[in-house]
């Protein structure tokens, strides 16, 4: 790895006064900024679709949206965030498609270290965020560094998910754990 970009991503110790990195950031200060003050539902949505790792076609943001970078988002096909979402992306954060978000959200993925002088010293790292399909966050859901969750994860307003969970379970509290698991349902196969 040569890059402090490449070191970052990869969730290594690398450097955030880099100018490579600050040109970044000045450059999605700019598209949130855009985005932000943006009425037209559907002219946010061509800043986000040509801003972010990836998209799917159908997804709405509304605003008071915040990140670091931006381009290391990845979000599926049907995705909505209510207001006042924080995608803090040091590192990747993936969301399959469906996802539903509630205002006040934050998906974080920068670390810092725990000793004083290597922390004072501006050096940072982070850990990716890997969500399933058919998400739903309530309101002011909090997912931390290096969490994985599968798919038809619910979690209730307020949670603080600090690990990763597997699939069709609902999450609440803080930190957040399994109040409920959620039945799979048979497909019905209809003879012709």
Known sequence: MTSEYQKMI????????????RQLVQESRRQQYAFNQEQDAKKRTAIIQSWFGSTGQHLHMETGFCTDYGINIHVGESFYANWNLTMLDVCPITIGNNAMIGPN????TPLHPLDPEERNSGIEYGAPITIGDNFWAGGGVTVLPGVTLGDNVV???GAVITKSFGDN???AGNPARVIKTI??????????
């Open 169 to 171: 379970v609902v999450l």
């Open 105 to 108: 959200c934050q998906f974080l």
């Open 10 to 21: 990869a969730g290594h110790y690398y450097s955030p006064g880099d100018p490579e990195l």
């Open 183 to 192: 039945p799979v349902k048979e497909k019905s196969h209809k003879k012709i």
């Open 155 to 157: 979690a209730g307003a």
